[in-house]
């Protein structure tokens, strides 16, 4: 099986940074991309950020200048570096992979989850 497994999760106070990281492993073919989603108590799921093979990202609107995520150069492990952190960013954060097994079965595969909560 394809897994990606989170860490780096943890508390902090705010304005304070963490770094996650997420592993993929098992029989990947390819990754074409790779994110962080959130959920909040009481809030929906929403996709933080992205990365694209070609080393595109994107963010959403409430963690830019912040947030910066980033991929290793000879493998697919990706990175989150949350600086200036806020209460509302509390939440578990998972990370995605959108891969394909062979050149022509494309699937997602989702960690865990890693707790990060940002209190005084």
């Avoid at 997420?22 to 950020?49: D, H």
Wanted: include cysteine.
């Amino acid at each position: 099986q394809v897994q990606v497994v989170e860490s780096g999760g943890g508390l902090v106070q705010p304005g304070g940074s963490l770094r996650l990281s997420c592993a993929p492993s098992g029989n990947i073919f390819s990754i074409a991309t790779m994110g962080w989603y959130r959920q909040a108590p009481g809030k929906q799921r929403e996709l933080v950020a992205h990365i694209t093979s070609g080393g595109v990202a994107n963010y959403v609107d409430s963690v830019k200048g912040r947030f910066t995520i980033s991929r290793e150069d000879d493998s697919n492990t990706v990175y989150l570096q949350m600086n200036s952190l806020k209460p509302e960013d509390t939440a578990v954060y998972y990370c995605t992979a959108d891969f394909y097994i062979d050149s022509y079965s494309p699937s997602t595969a989702w960690g865990q989850g890693t707790q990060v909560t940002v209190s005084s």
